[in-house]
């Protein structure tokens, strides 16, 4: 498990097999959706901007001219876009394989959602909530189904206040409230897995973080801009976590992935641990329930 060179030539053939990935046209969706078409694999881009998703799947197919790529849109910012699309996939599947949770924004500016949930938190944790829970009945059909969440080293930073996790009550702090929305993926992951064991399902719960990779996800942030040329490393490389967390068949429900080198910032994708508090029980069960509670969405 502990395999340090693991890269995408581990990745066993994807013929049959569908993978879901959101976030697909930049950073590590764009990357993984080009590896996988390399793979065999039908890929389902859950996009925002279709357009642009149309760009990327060109550019893919200049590559691999029988890249199987399904563009549908949704917009995580909307629990009424997320169950449309999710409506859309169950009406022409009849299995999803590999659910991959990757889409996601970083830093920004306070806003709300559709729903006038806060915007980082309602993006990066309750629409992929949302759309994993629609989407359950396809990946119980899958031999072997999987989903992976994507949080980041920020979690460390997170501590979710659920007395206010709208930010209504404090002074909104953008950076917390993105350290929070990855403190929750990693909830969400741990508690689906044990929900999962419970009721011996085979599908595998997983996550993963890239590291410091540059990608467009920090345009609202100028210090990670600046700092790029000395510590980042490119989308082929960042994507590894995520791409072992769904393909490794070694790995185990639960499991967290990362860069080896330089405090996980960058390296051959490995087991990793996320802190103390990602682990805690109560917390995890309370975010579920204020979850559906949130997006109405019962598992």
């Known amino acids: 498990m502990s395999k340090l060179n693991w ?9 049959n097999r569908t993978i879901l990935i959101t976030g697909a046209t930049s950073g590590l969706g764009k990357e993984a959706s080009k590896i996988l078409s390399e793979k065999n694999a039908k890929i389902i881009m859950a996009v925002r ?167 467009n996800l920090q345009k609202h942030s100028w210090y990670m801009r600046m700092l790029n040329p000395l510590f980042s490393q490119g989308p082929d490389l960042g994507v590894l976590p995520t791409l072992r967390a769904a393909f490794d068949p070694n790995a185990n429900s639960g499991d967290y992935f990362g860069p080896s080198r330089f405090f996980e910032m960058h390296g051959s994708p490995i087991l990793v641990k996320s802190n103390e508090l990602s682990h805690s029980l109560e917390a995890a069960k309370k975010l579920w329930e204020v979850s559906a509670q949130m997006t109405n969405i019962k598992f």
């Open 49 to 215: 901007n279709t357009k642009k998703a149309e760009n990327v799947a060109e550019e893919i197919k200049k590559q691999h001219p029988d890249a199987q790529l399904d563009i549908r849109e949704m917009d995580l910012s909307s629990l009424q876009s997320v169950r449309d699309f999710a409506e859309s996939v169950k009406s022409d599947y009849a299995r999803i394989d590999v659910l991959i949770n990757n889409a996601g924004i970083m830093a920004c500016p306070f806003d709300t959602t559709d729903d006038n949930i806060e915007i980082q938190m309602g993006t990066n944790h309750l629409g992929h909530f949302a759309l994993t829970g629609l989407l359950m009945p396809l990946l119980q059909k899958a031999k072997n189904g999987r989903i992976v969440a994507t949080s980041s080293i920020g979690h460390k930073m997170g501590k979710i206040d659920f007395e206010d996790i709208n930010w209504e009550k404090r002074k909104y702090k953008s950076s917390q409230a993105y350290a929070d929305s990855k403190m929750a993926n990693l909830y969400f992951t741990y508690e689906l897995a044990r929900k999962l064991k419970n009721e011996k399902s085979d599908i595998k719960v997983t996550a993963a973080h890239p590291g410091w990779t540059k990608t």
């Open 7 to 15: 890269n995408t030539q581990n990745i066993a053939d994807q013929t």
